[in-house]
């Protein structure tokens, strides 16, 4: 799969991050949270006709054919933006389907959840199995199956494709209402769309994609804070002028650096396929989960008291970075799996 060049994807990246200041601004977001659905019909239908939406389909589908690499830095942009939109749901879809459903996907007229629930899936969450033409059980924690037209479910050896009419889907309560996650109970038909093929490579994308997602997440709440340590002022001086400011906004900074160039790495090894790609994506995983966490944390202590008010747009991303760490797989998950691919390796 032929990849951008530099000036491609530069390119790319502005139309998209003006796309995100014009219809996913904080105001933007704040309205779509607020809805019944979290989804904006409209920002999707923007987002589609850029080209991101199918980022990922191959081009005979009506897609840009891409791979991971863009996938990541696009989700960089995502997560910098708080974009509350099925873009990582559509991704992961995109590498299980094929035929005529990756046409619609593409075109962002076909919403797709996926529900990982294999039993070497992270997630250990629900208990579907197949019963006799169909499935049975519950999958649990499935972003954006309320808005969803088809889930797409992965066993062991197995995907499925359950239409929405065919499971009954139940919203969740959430912290984070910039991605909605719901739990669905199938008691039906379901067809079998593969035998297992891409699961693996589903997952990489999947993993990759909320890397970006936390990298970007991270550096923009870095950004937001030094900007503000040079503006806010306390006994006649920039709060950033402090050393105790200025050590913490490094620290950060070497968490924010660090995560991005592990989220880009991982993309790499993945689009390249190489040996390594086990290892990278597992540690991408818990380095830009545990970086977008501290650098939002410690962001609202740096901010001090306003930071704490629903007014301020601090608490959103701390909301984004505390789901998104538990979505995939917790971080000693990954720990683990990173351990366990140095050893396969080795």
């Known amino acids: ?26 105001s933007d977001v704040r309205r779509i949270m607020a809805s019944e659905t979290g989804h904006d019909a409209a920002l999707w239908r923007a987002l589609a006709d850029l080209g991101v939406v199918g980022l990922t389909v191959p081009e005979q589908h009506g897609g840009a054919g891409l791979g991971a690499i863009e996938l990541e830095l696009v989700m ?14 559509t991704a992961i879809a995109a590498a299980l389907l094929d035929g005529e459903r990756l046409a619609a996907l593409a075109g962002g007229y076909s919403i797709a959840a996926v529900a990982f629930a294999g039993r070497d899936d992270w997630t250990g969450r629900g208990d579907v199995r197949r019963d006799g033409a169909g499935l049975a059980g519950t999958a649990r924690f499935v972003p954006d199956a309320a808005i969803a037209d088809t889930i797409l479910v992965t066993l062991d050896d197995a995907v499925f494709a359950v239409a929405r009419e065919d499971a009954e889907i139940v919203p ?87 995560a991005t160039s592990a989220a880009r790495d991982a993309a790499r090894e993945v689009a390249e396929d190489t040996p390594a790609r ?69």
Request: glycine content about 8%; some cysteine.
């Open 172 to 258: 969740l309560p959430v912290f984070d209402r910039t991605r909605r996650l719901a739990d669905v109970a199938f008691r039906g038909p379901a067809t079998l769309i593969g035998d297992g093929t891409r699961i693996a490579a589903a997952r990489d994308i999947a993993l990759v994609g909320l890397a970006g997602e936390q990298a970007g997440g991270a550096r923009r709440i870095l950004d937001m804070t030094v900007d503000y340590a040079r503006e806010r002022h306390q006994f006649g001086r920039a709060i950033g002028s402090f050393q105790a400011i200025k050590h913490m906004a490094a620290d950060l900074l070497l968490e924010a650096e660090s």
């Open 1 to 26: 799969m032929a990849g951008l060049t530099a000036d491609e994807r530069a390119a790319l990246l502005d139309s998209l991050r003006r796309l995100l200041a014009d219809r996913c601004a904080e």
């Open 76 to 89: 960089e942009a995502a997560g910098a933006a708080l974009l509350p939109a099925p873009l990582l749901s």
């Open 278 to 346: 086990a290892e990278s994506v597992a540690l991408a995983a818990f380095a830009c989960a545990d970086a977008f966490v501290r650098c939002a944390k410690d962001g609202i202590q740096m901010h001090g008291g306003i930071a704490f008010t629903w007014e301020h747009p601090a608490h959103l991303y701390l909301r984004r970075a505390r789901s998104a760490a538990q979505l995939y797989g917790d971080s000693d998950h990954w720990r683990e799996r990173y351990v366990r691919a140095l050893e396969v390796e080795a």
